[in-house]
């Protein structure tokens, strides 16, 4: 299975760009549970001047066949090992009370539903999972095989600096 990484947000809460801090761990990360990885960006086929997430899932989904997994930028504290268990599992994650759309396999038909939903201004992939009838993987069961946070979304200053804590160190040495 392949592995699309996503680095187009505008990181306009974080106030630097998220691949410049995480893109390394999460590259390694994901190269030692995935045949191939890619860093992709958004799709612009059609053009458009909105901005959000579902534009990179759906440029990934363009160039895949097969079931893939799609990976946001933002998970520095991801293992390899947990995503060779979500690869092998399937379904959508669920990690401190909210689906982790962002760290999912998805199947190549989505893409002509993702097209619908754009076309119809519905941006929201949680919306997307709930249409798709996406199986979720509970929370407790995530925690009772992995310790620590490796699904921590990182998006604000605030989530920066807890998941610094917990990794011990800085993301970037130079911020």
């Given at each position: 299975?392949?592995?699309?990484?996503?680095?187009?947000g505008?990181?306009?809460?974080?106030?630097?760009?998220?691949q410049?801090?995480?893109?390394?761990?999460?590259?390694?990360?994901?190269?030692?549970?995935?045949?191939?990885?890619?860093?992709?960006?958004?799709?612009d086929?059609?053009?458009?001047?909105?901005?959000?997430?579902v534009?990179?899932?759906?440029?990934?989904?363009r160039?895949v066949?097969e079931?893939?997994?799609?990976?946001?930028?933002d998970y520095?504290?991801?293992?390899?090992?947990?995503?060779?268990f979500?690869?092998?599992?399937?379904g959508?994650?669920?990690?401190?009370?909210?689906?982790?759309?962002?760290?999912?396999?998805?199947?190549?038909?989505?893409a002509?539903?993702?097209?619908r939903?754009i076309?119809?201004?519905?941006?929201?992939?949680?919306?997307?999972?709930?249409?798709?009838?996406?199986?979720?993987?509970?929370?407790?069961?995530?925690?009772?095989?992995?310790a620590?946070?490796?699904?921590?979304?990182v998006?604000?200053?605030?989530?920066?600096?807890?998941?610094?804590?917990?990794?011990?160190?800085?993301?970037?040495?130079?911020?």
């Amino acid at each position: 299975m392949d592995c699309y990484i996503l680095t187009g947000g505008q990181s306009r809460r974080m106030g630097i760009p998220k691949q410049d801090l995480f893109l390394d761990l999460v590259l390694a990360a994901a190269r030692g549970a995935f045949a191939n990885v890619f860093v992709i960006n958004r799709d612009d086929d059609p053009p458009h001047d909105e901005t959000a997430p579902v534009f990179g899932v759906l440029a990934a989904l363009r160039r895949v066949h097969e079931r893939c997994f799609i990976l946001a930028v933002d998970y520095p504290l991801i293992t390899t090992e947990v995503l060779a268990f979500l690869r092998d599992r399937g379904g959508v994650p669920m990690w401190r009370g909210r689906a982790q759309v962002l760290c999912a396999s998805y199947e190549p038909w989505l893409a002509s539903l993702i097209e619908r939903r754009i076309a119809e201004g519905r941006l929201d992939l949680r919306g997307l999972i709930d249409e798709a009838g996406a199986e979720m993987i509970a929370e407790a069961e995530l925690r009772t095989r992995f310790a620590g946070e490796p699904l921590m979304n990182v998006n604000t200053p605030e989530e920066l600096a807890e998941a610094e804590r917990i990794h011990g160190q800085r993301f970037l040495a130079s911020r």
